[in-house]
């Protein structure tokens, strides 16, 4: 396809899998608002994020302890990274990309896998280790859920295509 068409087909296509690649464009974004404000937070940039008035919330507790910085690097810019990276890999090829560019539904699925299985580990510390809840991480967390679950149904028909190859 030229790009032309892909424009036009990713514009205005009203493919399923083309209402699944635009959830997992606005999931990203959201988790990139979440993970932003961590890094704010983990850089110096604020002293404080906000929690909502519940118990056991307590988000700086949380993105500033040790397992926040793994290998000493902050985790909320990684994390923001990888949502942003989650945006052109949905944006990437035409409606039909799963016949056409199997892979990479294959390699979308991949990436999410990681994303959650992470961020599912993270999810885990929070209560049992830090003893303390974070709303910015729990958005990260399910916004990492629902990419990962918009991915399987196109990465089947990538998977289908490969075998039929």
Not at 87 to 98: D, K
Request: net charge positive; aromatic share 8%.
């Amino acid at each position: 396809m030229k790009v032309r068409e892909i424009r036009d087909d990713l514009r205005r296509g009203d493919t399923a899998g083309l209402e699944q690649r635009r959830a997992s464009i606005a999931l990203s974004l959201v988790g990139m608002a979440s993970m932003g404000a961590t890094t704010l937070l983990q850089a110096g940039l604020v002293r404080h994020l906000p929690d909502p008035p519940l118990p056991g919330f307590d988000s700086d507790k949380v993105n500033l302890s040790d397992d926040a910085f793994p290998f000493g690097v902050p985790d909320g810019p990684i994390a923001l990274a990888g949502f942003a990276m989650n945006i052109p890999l949905a944006a990437l090829g035409p409606s039909n990309r799963a016949r056409t560019l199997p892979w990479v539904p294959l390699l979308a699925l991949a990436k999410s896998s990681i994303d959650a299985a992470i961020s599912g580990w993270l999810f885990y510390k929070m209560p049992t280790k830090e003893k303390a809840w974070c709303i910015y991480c729990i958005v990260a967390f399910f916004a990492n859920l629902g990419l990962l679950a918009l991915a399987v149904s196109e990465a089947r028909q990538g998977l289908g295509t490969l075998r039929n190859s």
